[in-house]
């Protein structure tokens, strides 16, 4: 079944988005605020990935954060340089902001639900709803694949077959969001950590060595859902590890990781805690929390069991169980040039997690280039990439040219950009200002770009600061 939600003439069309989120909302955004009309295809009701939960475009399938705002690091940065940009996705992530420390995290409804009013309300939008399941190559428009990393399995197969490529594939896992109002406030505290944010955004679970290791052991124990067949293949992206793979490693693994007590001062013992488990509002109104950190592949019957052994957690409610999922992306140094076309068909141009970045923003941030990279083609105008030595075009550099050791999707770090100049900084710099030295190049260095895409440009340290919701 097809549903259109506007009824202006399809032989107008300029420009084919498929897939209707962050990455394909942000570009067809780009598009059709440079004068492109543009026909957004989105699968959804119509067929949902195994992750989505609603029919809503722009949604967040797993945690609610854009992750750190802090321009101190490449993410917080590319925060900066997409707000600048004119990124309808963090303009609306800034309006539906939650509370969460230094992380720019959202109420995941509201700002789906504004995407959504944005992109279908736009005159130059047509969103269709229907699953593509071959590749719309004989219109003769450009077309941008961007349907993420859960691409329904015909379109799969049909990109498959156009790239000549066997499909790579590798698991995400996703965290446990829990009930507010069944978490027992007697036994946590609240505090950011180092006392960031307004100091109570997150809730904190704190245990004693002898709790801690006896929830090791249950963890390890514990009956996941995959099957051993499943498990060769997984190659888990590093930011997303299951807490059972990290556990796995050494039994203070989870101590180091996602359970670090470091900065997190216990009011009632004035001390860290041996280890703690964080959670962080779902919204505004905080009635959900989401388990920092904790993607897992337990059974739900096991995450009953060996989560309620976290203090404070004994009668917890989830509301969503943890999980592992598929992904799905190209060898894109291999398969793409620097506007993300497919180098065997130009026509074909890829958006989103599907080119390998990784996380909603650098999706966001990948649709964001190509939609304004396509609006300059069609245009017949020159645009190339922005600087790698800002976070932007570092993160595109990695998608253009991988690393050495072959190609792994990635998300944005400093790790990615050009080193600094000795001259400028020393031949040892420490971490500190090592990172400002990129953050102040970057700085320095992408006006020029943002020029060329049509933005006026103000001084960085006149970007106005984004205020916390309270
Ligand atoms: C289980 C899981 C958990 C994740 N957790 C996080 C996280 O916590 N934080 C984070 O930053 N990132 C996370 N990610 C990565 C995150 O999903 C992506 O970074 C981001 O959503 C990708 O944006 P995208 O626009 O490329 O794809 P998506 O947001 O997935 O959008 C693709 C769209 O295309 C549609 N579509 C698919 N196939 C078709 C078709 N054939 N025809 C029409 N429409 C189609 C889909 O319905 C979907 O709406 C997670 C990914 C998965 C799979």
């Excluded at 704190?206 to 090791?216: E, G, W």
């Excluded at 793409?336 to 026509?347: G, R």
Aim: hydrophobic residues 40%; contains cysteine; glycine residues 8%.
């Amino acid at each position: 079944m097809t549903q259109d939600t506007q009824d202006r003439n399809p032989q107008d069309d300029q420009v084919v988005v498929i897939g209707g989120g962050l990455a394909g909302c942000e570009c067809a955004w780009q598009l059709a605020e440079r004068g492109i009309a543009v026909r957004l295809v989105e699968m959804r009701p119509h067929r949902r990935s195994p992750a989505h939960q609603t029919d809503g475009l722009g949604e967040l399938v797993c945690s609610n954060s854009f992750r750190s705002d802090a321009p101190e690091n490449a993410v917080g940065l590319l925060h900066e340089e997409l707000r600048r940009a004119g990124s309808l996705m963090l303009r609306l992530a800034d309006v539906h902001r939650v509370p969460a420390g230094d992380a720019l995290a959202v109420d995941r409804e509201k700002f789906s639900a504004d995407v959504e009013a944005h992109i279908a309300g736009h005159p130059r939008i047509r969103v269709v709803r229907t699953e593509v399941e071959r590749l719309p190559l004989d219109e003769r428009l450009p077309v941008v694949v961007a349907t993420g990393p859960l691409t329904s399995d015909a379109l799969a197969a049909d990109i498959a077959r156009m790239t000549g490529q066997e499909r790579l594939s590798f698991f995400d896992a996703i965290a446990p969001i829990l009930d507010a109002p069944s978490i027992d406030e007697e036994k946590v505290f609240r505090a950011s950590r180092w006392g960031k944010g307004d100091g109570d955004d997150y809730v904190n679970c704190p245990m004693d060595k002898v709790q801690y290791l006896a929830f090791i052991d249950a963890l390890l124990q514990a009956e996941t859902s995959v099957t051993e067949e499943f498990e060769k293949d997984a190659h888990y992206f590093p930011g997303c590890l299951p807490i059972e793979v990290i556990a796995a490693s050494g039994p203070k693994s989870l101590r180091f990781g996602p359970m670090k007590p470091t900065g997190l001062d216990d009011p009632r013992t004035g001390r860290w805690a041996y280890a703690i488990v964080q959670l962080r509002a779902e919204n505004r109104d905080k009635t959900a929390y989401n388990m920092v950190g904790f993607q897992t592949k337990m059974k739900q019957g096991e995450q009953r069991r060996v989560l309620r052994m976290i203090p404070g957690l004994e009668q917890v409610e989830f509301l969503r169980y943890g999980s592992v999922h598929r992904n799905t992306f190209l060898d894109s140094p291999k398969l793409l040039d620097e506007a993300m076309c497919l180098k065997s068909s130009p026509q074909l141009r890829f958006a989103g997690q599907i080119t390998g970045v990784e996380g909603y923003l650098e999706s966001t941030a990948s649709g964001l280039w190509v939609g304004a990279r396509l609006a300059a083609d069609l245009r017949g105008t020159e645009l190339p990439p922005p600087s790698p030595t800002t976070s932007l075009g570092a993160l595109l550099r990695h998608v253009r040219e991988g690393s050495p050791s072959g190609f792994q999707p990635s998300n944005v770090h400093f790790g990615l950009f050009p080193a600094l100049d000795p001259a400028v900084v020393g031949r040892k710099p420490n971490k500190a200002d090592r990172k400002a030295g990129m953050r102040d190049r970057a700085r320095l260095d992408l006006p020029d770009w943002l020029r060329r895409i049509g933005i006026s440009v103000e001084p960085a340290s006149e970007v106005p600061p984004v205020e916390a919701c309270g």
